[in-house]
C-alpha cells in the first residue's frame, strides 16, 4: 500500500545470501550455474524494497541465461579505501549472466516497462514481463543509488547496483 519506505541498516550480503537461495532451483532447473563473492556490505534502506532490486536482478539473470550458462554475483564494500569521506562510502553488487547477446544502443532502453531484451515480442511465459529492472531502477533511485547496465562481450548482461552504505 502507500506505506513509507524504511531507512534502516540492512545487511546486504545477508539479503543477497537468501534471494540467492530463491533462485537456485530455477538456476538448477535451467542447468546454469551460480557463482557469489558476497563481502559483508551494510546499507541503509527499506529491508522490503531492497530484497525486491536484488531478487528482480537474480531473476532477470536466470529467465534470460541459456542452458549451460553463468550468474556471477559479486557485493564489496567501496568504503574501506583510506581517506575516502564517510558520505561516499557505497556497496557495489554487481550481476553478471551468460545469455543472448544484446545490442549495447538498447541498454539502455531495458530499464522502461515492457521492453524485452532480445526483442520486443514475447518469446512465451518464462519471458517475464520486462517489469523486472524497470523496478530494480525505482528502487535504486529511491535509495540514491547508481544502476549500470551493460551489454556483456559474448552475450548477456551485467548489471551493477552502487547504494549509498
Known sequence: GGREPRHEAVDLDE?????LGSIEPAARERGVSVAARLAPGTVHGDPELLALLVGNLL???????HPGGTI?????????????ARSARAVRLTVDNS???IDPARVDTL????????SRVSRGPAD???????IVAAVVRAHGG?????????GGL????????
Open 15 to 19: 539479503l543477497v545470501a537468501a534471494e
Open 111 to 118: 530499464v522502461e516497462p515492457f521492453v524485452r531484451g532480445a
Open 72 to 84: 556471477a554475483v559479486d557485493l564489496e564494500d567501496l568504503g574501506a579505501s583510506a581517506g575516502a
Open 158 to 165: 551485467r548489471a551493477e547496483v552502487a547504494l549509498p552504505a
Open 146 to 154: 547508481t544502476l549500470l547496465l551493460a551489454a556483456r562481450e559474448g
Open 128 to 134: 517475464g514481463s520486462g517489469l523486472g529492472l524497470a
Open 99 to 101: 545469455g543472448a547477446a
Open 59 to 65: 531473476r532477470n539473470a536466470v529467465q534470460h541465461n
